[in-house]
């Protein structure tokens, strides 16, 4: 009885011994190495032209709009940072073959709020783990993972942002500040909408078409959705409208592409950390960490 009670508190000890360099130790530098990965990833998002930071501006890249099953759109985005500063589009009409070009106002730009809030998100995560600098002890294993799942929310929503554009409603669509950024001014059949999808930059132009106040369709007003189907209903002042084609365009940013990958990666290294930390919780359930 004796030697099993020596042999668990050696065991006890060295677990705690373990635990103890798990703390003092293996915690920072997961946490350096997350810092590293996050840096690089505020890096993608502010592309200064010095290479220096945020406090350069932005450079500016241009991404030519293309789908593989229509040649209905075709255009250039400019992107600088987190807003678009150039936009010129050509829209080939379906019915007539006519073709509308527009393109932004010189004096206006477009936040991409998806852009900003993910930035702002992988700063609120850098913050947060630079408050946990070498200095700093770490007591317990409670509050290692309570770091870990602050820094994860902020990644999660990071991510979030770019992989799950707004639902917006057609007349949500319509009173958008978007429609006024074009010179000339759009005409009162189209609708542009502009999203980030992931790694992509996607521009989507509605065609409308105002139903007859006899009109024998039954009317039904369309939800939120990213992206309006044709036969998609809404009203707007006074007319009914219909929406009766849909053009998508997208273009591959790649520098999202390489966000979303530290985002990844962040997410697995703080959970991997959690994992081990709560190995330790099972052996003592009874301690407070």
Not at 83 to 102: E, G, I, T, W, Y
Not at 129 to 143: C, I, K, P, V, W
Not at 168 to 193: K, Q, Y
Not at 273 to 281: C, E, H, R, T, Y
Request: include cysteine.
């Amino acid at each position: 009885m004796a030697t099993a009670m020596a042999a668990t508190a050696a065991e006890r000890a060295v677990l705690e011994e373990e635990f103890r360099w798990l703390l003092h130790d293996e915690v920072h530098a997961v946490l350096r190495q997350l810092q590293d990965i996050l840096k690089e990833a505020s890096l993608r998002f502010t592309l200064s032209c010095s290479g220096t930071g945020t406090e350069a501006p932005a450079k500016q890249e241009n991404f030519i709009l293309g789908s593989c099953s229509t040649d209905q759109v075709k255009g250039v985005l400019t992107l600088q940072g987190d807003a678009l500063s150039q936009a010129d589009v050509n829209l080939k009409m379906p019915r007539n073959n006519q073709l509308l070009h527009f393109a932004f106002r010189e004096d206006k730009q477009w936040k991409l709020q998806q852009i900003q809030d993910a930035r702002n998100h992988v700063s609120q995560a850098i913050y947060l783990l630079a408050n946990r600098d070498e200095s700093y002890q770490f007591r317990t294993g409670a509050e290692v993972l309570k770091l870990m799942d602050a820094v994860m929310l902020q990644l999660t929503r990071a991510r979030n942002r770019l992989t799950t554009p707004a639902t917006l409603t057609l007349p949500e669509i319509a009173a958008s500040g978007l429609t006024r950024m074009f010179a000339p001014a759009l005409p009162s059949d189209l609708l542009v909408n502009v999203y980030i999808n992931l790694n992509k930059l996607c521009l989507t132009v509605y065609q409308l078409h105002a139903l007859q106040p006899n009109s024998t369709k039954n009317f039904r007003p369309a939800g939120g959705a990213v992206l309006h189907s044709p036969g998609a209903m809404f009203e707007w002042g006074s007319q009914r409208l219909e929406v009766s084609h849909v053009h998508k365009v997208e273009c591959v940013i790649p520098w999202l592409n390489d966000a979303l990958v530290f985002f990844t990666v962040s997410l697995q290294l703080c959970q991997q950390l959690k994992d081990k930390i709560s190995v330790f919780s099972s052996y003592w359930s009874y301690r407070p960490f």
